[in-house]
């Protein structure tokens, strides 16, 4: 809970649950919240949670913090003002029914990835839609998003399709050496 939304609720408290501050105020910190997350963020990506046990909703949760994604569930409302005017706007159509928003700065795939993988066991959780660089995808778009390998897989792959030839000419050029050295 950020601080500006702890405080307003702690007045609410203190003032016996009567509500003396506009809404407009106790709704900002919210916005506010969700606009740090979004800053900076190379993607974001809407999920379906309805039907996830407590069990299997923690289970994510804890799968989205191990891998640095922010994964929040805020008021569609709240989100919508969020994005305004941002890139995320395009995500807008898509705040209908329970929605989940799963947020990166780092790894641009890892939501994606993540709740994919995460739908495959759990029937009930449901892709909306993302924005992943700029660019909006619909439900199949971050399907196909959610299968590339993390920037560090990538960059082992290349590596390694670097390194064999240059290992396997050096084995070449070792064991013609060594059939030199026989024939002398």
Not at 10 to 17: A, N, P, T, V, Y
Not at 150 to 166: A, D, H
Request: with cysteine; aromatic share 6%.
């Amino acid at each position: 809970m950020s601080p500006g939304l702890r405080e307003a609720f702690f007045i609410l408290i203190l003032q016996g649950g009567k509500l003396l501050m506009a809404k407009v105020e106790i709704k900002k910190p919210i916005v506010d919240e969700i606009i740090e997350c979004l800053n900076g963020a190379k993607s974001a990506v809407l999920a379906d949670y309805r039907g996830l046990t407590v069990e299997q909703d923690t289970a994510l949760r804890k799968k989205m913090r191990e891998a640095g994604v922010i994964y929040k569930v805020y008021k569609n409302t709240m989100i919508k003002r969020a994005v305004a005017g941002t890139e995320f706007e395009a995500l807008v159509p898509d705040l209908e029914g329970p929605t989940a928003i799963a947020i990166s700065k780092e790894d641009a795939t890892a939501p994606a990835r993540i709740l994919f993988g995460f739908a495959k066991t759990a029937d009930a959780l449901q892709l909306k839609s993302g924005v992943v660089e700029g660019t909006y995808y619909d439900e199949k778009g971050i399907q196909v998003i959610a299968t590339i390998p993390s920037r560090e897989e990538l960059l082992s792959k290349f590596l390694g399709s670097i390194q064999s030839p240059v290992t396997n000419f050096a084995r070449v050029i070792k064991q013609i050496a060594e059939k030199n050295e026989a024939e002398a």
